[in-house]
């Protein structure tokens, strides 16, 4: 059996909390054998919704007594700065202080990346810290960074995403000299806005990546990189999009099937199988949640309504995480040199 993981989760956090957080948790115990878990949050509760679960595996449950909870609404950088005893201050505190090796939730984005940035902090030498989902295409998995965590954003930083996410998709998900791409509005090297011209000659500079150039947003779902870099703003935008578009279409089709007659109810009978099979491949969701890379410790974002199954993939990923050791492998690639002069405030953490 390999090393035992220990993951923190955010009890309270999310639209499906607790119930489907602690189920989701109790999923991943139940499928690997070297994972405890603490759940953060109000005790009371969540001794209540584990009772609901006779075959969760308690010898490897602990739990972290938290009395508050950041909303959605609140302002991350008050919230974390008021809220001390909030399940998600305290579920990064514990990554903080080495009581676990990962935080997993589905609450505040705002207030996992001001924590994450302030409470656990940047590994030396990293400028920023992005959101990193996997999204599916036609080819397999694809690398989005950065996705929700620096709306404005330098070359400079979009080249250490570049190497992060290479190094990412390689040590967890396998994939063998990663095609690393910048999003962009067309292939030419004379297209894009300032940020991805001048990232452009740096990213081709780099001996360390498997540099492809610029990718459309057209081509992402048909695989055309394996690690997709752009500044926040555009890499959101690519998200919601993607999952919006998914969503549409998963209910064009069961609107077509119901309202198609006869014909079209047997019809969809018999391709139910394979079409759920496929819809659940280009599900966004289906990998559970974005990590924040290049902190010195794992958070991981998960989706603010992810089910039990969803949040359980979130979870598990912490394990493959941590048997990779993907920091010293940033450490040791990136060559990375310390830039930073003083520790961050929340303040600036919320403008990054």
């Known amino acids: 059996m390999s090393e035992t993981v220990r993951v923190a989760v955010d009890a309270m956090g999310g639209d ?23 759940f953060v949050g109000r005790e009371e509760i969540i001794r209540q919704e584990l009772a609901k679960h006779p075959d969760a595996p308690l010898a490897r449950c602990q739990i972290h007594n938290a009395t508050e909870v950041i909303e959605m609404a609140e302002s991350p950088v008050n919230a974390v700065k008021t809220k001390k005893d909030s399940s998600i201050v305290q579920g990064m505190m514990l990554v903080r202080h080495g009581e676990a090796d990962a935080f997993v939730t589905a609450g505040s984005s705002g207030a996992t990346l ?34 929700g965590a620096n709306v404005d954003a330098r ?13 990412y998709m390689e040590n967890i998900l396998g994939i063998k000299n990663p095609r690393v791409a910048l999003a962009n509005i067309g292939a030419e090297e004379d297209k ?18 498997n540099f492809t150039g610029s990718v459309e947003a057209r081509d992402i779902p048909y695989g055309g990189a394996d690690v997709v870099v752009c500044d926040a703003f555009t890499g959101n935008m690519l ?8 969503h549409m279409l998963e209910g064009e089709i069961v609107n077509g099937i119901k309202h198609g007659g006869p014909l079209a109810l047997l019809g969809g009978l018999l391709v139910k199988p ?17 990590p924040l ?26 394990i493959d995480w941590k048997n990779a050791d993907i920091n010293e492998k940033f450490k040791e690639k990136m060559h990375l040199v310390d830039r930073t002069k003083k520790t961050a405030s929340p303040e600036s953490a919320a403008k990054q």
């Not at 890379?293 to 912490?318: M, R, Y």
């Open 16 to 38: 499906n909390a607790p119930g489907e957080i602690i189920s989701g948790a109790v999923l991943a115990l139940n499928e690997r054998e070297n994972l405890e878990i603490t």
């Open 274 to 290: 394979a079409l759920k099979k496929t819809l659940t491949k280009f599900s966004a969701k289906t990998y559970g949640g974005a």
């Open 192 to 209: 894009g806005n300032a940020l991805v011209k001048e990232t452009m000659p740096l990213m081709k500079e780099l001996d360390n990546i």
């Open 114 to 147: 001001v924590g994450g940035q302030v409470l656990v902090g940047r590994v030396k030498g990293i400028e920023r810290a992005p959101f990193a989902p996997v999204l599916p295409t036609q080819k397999g998995p694809t690398l989005l960074i950065d996705c």
């Open 239 to 246: 998200l919601k999009m993607y999952e919006g578009t998914a």
């Open 155 to 167: 070359p400079s930083q979009l080249v250490q995403w570049g190497q992060m996410g290479s190094i």
């Open 293 to 318: 890379l290049g902190l010195t410790g794992l958070i991981v974002k998960a989706h603010g309504n992810a089910d039990a199954v969803v949040f359980s993939h979130a979870v598990e990923q912490c």
